[in-house]
């Protein structure tokens, strides 16, 4: 019965010893550059000064624009599996897609009339 999850307890030994090295080494690495310097706590962006205050207002648009991504990112996580077994399912598993797919479509619709698409 141990002999099943053998190769189970050998990944999580190695994930977790990778992890570790991980953690370690970068500290090993890490204590020969612990100068603090003015340089160093200096915010960087893009190799140029930093223009503005880091306390701004962002557009929503930033986040409609992600939400809208990770809706439609999740579509896929579920098509691709649905298409995987399609023929399995027959007609009651294309129904269903077809049902998911619609509601899709009416909020990616939706977000096309509220402006959600287009960048000012």
């Keep these: 019965m141990l ?3 053998l190769p189970i307890l050998v990944l999580i030994g190695i994930a977790l010893a990778f992890a570790l090295g991980s953690v370690i080494f970068s500290g090993l690495i890490g204590m020969k550059k612990r100068n603090p310097s003015p ?4 915010p960087y962006e893009c190799g140029l000064p930093p223009v503005g ?4 207002r962002v557009s929503i648009k930033f986040y409609l624009v992600a939400v809208a991504f990770i809706v ?3 579509e896929m996580v579920f098509l691709y ?3 995987v077994v399609f023929k399995q399912l027959g007609l009651y598993g294309a ?3 077809g049902v998911f797919v619609f509601v899709l479509i009416v909020g990616f619709i939706y977000d ?3 402006g959600a698409l287009e960048w000012e």
Excluded: G, I, Q, T
Excluded at 39 to 42: E, L, S, T
Excluded at 53 to 56: K, L, T
């Design 72 to 74: 439609f990112d999740l």
């Design 112 to 114: 096309w009339k509220k």
């Design 53 to 56: 205050s880091a306390r701004e």
């Design 3 to 5: 002999d099943a999850y």
């Design 81 to 83: 599996p649905w298409a």
């Design 39 to 42: 340089v160093k706590f200096a």
């Design 95 to 97: 129904a269903v897609m």
